[in-house]
């Protein structure tokens, strides 16, 4: 069973900065993709990055030059933003996917307020 674990949500004044984690229980060479979405209060969850096997990158039109996604080693993978808006609070969520199947963390909560 692969498993995902979020974590480094939390709250976050307006303007700092943020490094969400994704620990994850098989190797991320082993997926076709990673990736991170999330979900505002109200709205539907939403793409926010994903990073292929090999290395590329796709943004949301909103996240373009705004969020990075990165990864380290063969079990992490990394969201990370800087002047961050109350528009960002959300959980967010890491997935995996290989082939047509999809795992996903249980999210991390991130509350941007002053």
């Known amino acids: 069973q692969v498993q995902l674990v979020e974590s480094g949500g939390g709250l976050v004044q307006p303007g700092g900065s943020l490094r969400l984690s994704c620990s994850v229980s098989?190797?991320?060479?082993?997926?076709?993709?990673m990736g991170w979405y999330r979900r505002a209060p109200g709205k539907e969850r939403q793409l926010v990055a994903t990073m292929t096997v090999g290395g590329t990158t796709n943004y949301a039109d909103f996240a373009e030059g705004r969020f990075t996604i990165s990864r380290d080693g063969a079990h992490t993978m990394y969201l990370q933003r800087g002047s961050l808006e109350s528009e960002a609070t959300a959980v967010y969520y890491c997935t995996a996917r290989r082939l047509s199947k999809t795992w996903w963390g249980p999210g991390t909560q991130v509350t941007v307020s002053s």
């Open positions: 098989e190797s991320i060479f082993d997926f076709n993709a």
